[in-house]
């Protein structure tokens, strides 16, 4: 059967350079401080807070990872709404901006999973897919 509704168009969240320059500036530091800075600085800025669950991830702390990972969720969603997202729809890996929502919610995902909730992982590895399954690949090894 075919799907005769048209897909919504793909959300491309706006750059924040600012941010950006802030995040490649903590990764010359690569201490959990410099990147802390970048989350309270740019605290809507979901890519600092997938980094930092993804640091929590690396080092065994999946409640720490889990509590990054869902501010950055949350904060992706937020930004999402306000360019124009309605709840579904492509978010695209290739558009750069999206990826700090999109690794945010892959974090979340893994990080759910090591604290055993087992729905919570599968719906945001299917959202991950959902959004974009290039995402899903992308990070499928991390």
Request: glycine residues 8%.
């Amino acid at each position: 059967m075919q799907n005769l509704m048209p897909e919504p168009p793909a959300t491309l969240l706006p750059a924040d350079d600012k941010a950006v320059a802030a995040l490649a500036d903590a990764e010359r530091v690569g201490t959990a401080e410099a990147y802390e800075a970048v989350a309270a600085r740019y605290p809507t800025y979901s890519a600092a807070w997938a980094v930092l669950a993804s640091r929590a991830l690396a080092e065994g702390k999946a409640v720490t990872a889990y509590a990054y990972a869902r501010t950055g969720y949350h904060r992706g969603l937020d930004q999402l709404r306000k360019s124009g997202w309605r709840g579904h729809g492509p978010v695209p890996w290739s558009h750069e901006p999206n990826r700090g929502f999109l690794r945010s919610l892959h974090a979340l995902s893994r990080s759910a999973d090591e604290i055993g909730e087992a729905e919570e992982a599968a719906r945001c590895a299917q959202f991950l897919r959902d959004c974009d399954p290039a995402a899903g690949d992308a990070m499928s090894n991390v």
